[in-house]
């Protein structure tokens, strides 16, 4: 199945958006470990642009959305 | 004595008289310096009776040991007093270059008193102490009196000057240093206009810092240099400024939008955030003294109706409270609103979240036509915010002008009409623009037991949640779910001992990120000889929280004041926090039984005051 991957903020610096084929099942953390994205980096993912439940598994079309949570002050 | 100098410069504008005076040993060791030192100092010799506008307040600024040290983001300084905006215990911090010249003039701070009967300036030299006349200042924008001062002093010296808001005792009046840095919040420009105090200027000769460990203090400061230059925040902070992450904060939901009443605009996120103010309008990076972070911008626009010349750009808060807080996404607008609030001398923040406070009230008939003189006030309409809202609040031109100089709070309350249930405050204070229902339950938390009220900068709780620190020597060891309420009391613990060590120490919260707790400790006992383990560490922060809410009960207030508005605990109705409610009472709760606070008078009880070493305190509070 086709999902789309969306660096949000600095996570720009790190990936450019992407449409990726994944299997059936797989979780929102998976792919996450999966990118390699720097540990330093702290990150969440959103769904849908919603907050995914603990292991929320992925399904074909859904759009994942990586955002950094460097805030400013 | 070592890092610090061990004196301050005490000036009464009344008499205007200046005179150094030395500071008890122990009260650096105790209350660290900075934000500490400055409450410790009022306990002693400020006038709980004077209103923060009387000549009997104290004004006190005051630097952290390490000022001075060539060491990224550890040259700030604090300012402290009872607060205009809030009416009780406040404090502001600043970057840019005043601190450390003050150390190298040889002062740690200077405490003001009185009221000058005529415009004045105080000029700092070494050996040429002196009250200035300041009559020909009086009535000009912070840029054009810094101008004049550069033109009389020479370029290297450094100055604090208010504007027309702190002239006219606008509520939220700042200070600002050098053009670009400003002691932003609760309103102490206001306190300075009271005391016709329009500038004070320092210019030292040597830049001597004297470390208790030289080459101690050396070695460490090149490896945390080091750190904080190759750290990813560093890098994304350097290339685009405090509101990097502008978009990001939107898809968390920690973006407020439209007075709190949204959490989710996607156009906006990419309009406003920090690479696209680097695209557009950038000129130049530039930095407080000695931090190679440089996350300070340089802007300059051209042409339209927001067009300004090469000079101060905003920071994420001005962004984001002239931006998102009051429905635009004019990126240029806040640059000029931004560059306005620095001319006039206002708090962004607080000027930002009364304005929109005001449109919803409009919106809702709290304000009518015939309170605003004709004047419709229109979410996103930064024509009307720019060129009549900003300056009509800074002169306190009209019934408008008036009512929005109070800021929100006291707005509503000379309003009324249910106005109350569009604030965004804490003990009076406007809250920053990170929303707690997206950006981090705990932040409603540590909000709500700030003793300057709604702050992000009282404590890093915000980088907590995020997940930007870890501190496992003092048992911070986990991971924080920032849209829960799991771990966040037991953590606000830590965190407002580390937020009283960070603004009494007055190091920068993005710099000292990267600083592990062995670290801090060597950093004082190599700067400033504190000799202290990692508990007379966290001790003294603690001492300095407490004797912050022990000065906040002595001007009245107690436990119930540790709230905050209604708004910021509401379920979010979209985005990423849509639905998700905030469990605030079980977390303070939770937190006054950690912090052994008393749930009726909401400071601490007496054995842990005297465990502390404050059994003289306590015996002012407790009978």
Known sequence: MKITIIPVGSVKTFMNETIVNVPAGISYEDILKSLKLPKSLRTIALVNNKRPNAKQVIHDGDELKIVSLIMGG | MYGNTG????????????????????????????AGLAARLFWDWGDFKAQPVDPGSLLIFMNGPFAGIRLSGCSRGSVAGRSPLTGHWGDSSCGGHFAPELRFAGFDGIVIRGQSHRPCAIVIEPENLRILPADEWWGLGVFETTSRIRAKFGKRAKSLAIG?????????????????????????????????????????????????????????????????????????????????????????????????????????????????????????????????????????????????????????????????????????????????????????????????WAMEAFE??????????????????????????????????????????????????????????????????????????????????????????????????????????????????????????????????????????????????????????PEWVDLFNFSAGYNWTIENMMSAGLRVFYLQRLLNFRFGLTADDDSISMRLLEPAVDGAPEGVPVEFDSMKKRFYQLARLDEIKGIPDRATLDSLGMSVEASYVWN
């Open chain 2, 7 to 34: 004196e301050i410069l005490l000036v009464d504008l009344s008499s205007e008289t200046l005179e150094r005076k030395k500071v008890p040993e122990e009260y650096y060791h105790n209350y660290i310096g900075g």
């Open chain 2, 364 to 517: 809702k008939s709290a304000l009518t036509l015939e309170d605003t003189n004709g004047l419709p006030l229109k979410w996103g309409d930064m024509k009307t915010v720019v060129d009549i809202l900003l300056p009509q609040i800074a002169f306190r031109n009209g019934k408008l002008g008036g009512l929005l100089s109070l800021g929100s709070h006291k707005a509503s309350l000379q309003i009324n009409k249910g106005s109350g249930e569009y604030l965004t405050t804490s003990k009076g204070l406007e809250a920053p623009m990170h929303d707690p229902r997206g950006g981090g339950h705990g932040l409603a938390l540590t909000y709500s037991i700030s003793h300057r009220g709604a702050c992000h900068t009282a404590n890093p709780m915000l980088f907590m949640e995020m997940g930007a620190c870890y501190y496992p020597e003092i048992g911070f060891e986990y991971e924080l779910e920032p849209m829960s309420e799991e771990n966040k009391a037991e953590s606000a613990l830590l965190a407002v001992q580390l937020g009283a060590i960070e603004n009494s120490s007055c190091y920068c919260q993005f710099a000292d990120r990267e600083i592990t707790i």
């Open chain 2, 164 to 356: 027309q808001a702190g002239e006219n005792l606008v509520d939220y009046a700042c200070i600002v240093n050098d053009n670009h840095h400003a002691f932003g919040r609760a309103g102490y420009g206001a306190v300075m206009g009271s005391k016709r105090l329009k500038a004070i200027i320092v210019k030292s000769f040597e830049q001597n810092y004297h470390a208790a460990d030289p080459e101690g203090l050396d070695q460490l400061r090149r490896s945390i240099d080091l750190k904080i230059r190759e750290s990813v925040t560093s890098q994304v902070l350097h290339e685009n400024g405090t509101a990097a992450n502008l978009e990001g904060g939107v898809h968390t939901g920690d973006v407020p939008i439209k007075n709190f009443r949204s959490s989710f605009w996607e156009e906006m996120a990419e309009a406003l955030t920090g690479s696209t103010l680097s695209e557009k309008y950038l000129k130049n990076k530039a930095a407080c003294a000695f931090c190679k972070i440089a996350c300070k911008r340089v802007v300059e626009i051209n042409e339209g109706p927001f067009a300004i010349p090469k000079g101060p750009g905003p920071e994420y808060e001005t962004i984001a409270a002239f931006g998102s807080m009051l429905g635009s996404m004019d990126l240029a607008a806040t640059c000029k609103a931004g560059r306005l609030c620095n001319d006039y001398g206002m708090d962004t923040i607080t000027a930002g979240s009364t304005i929109a």
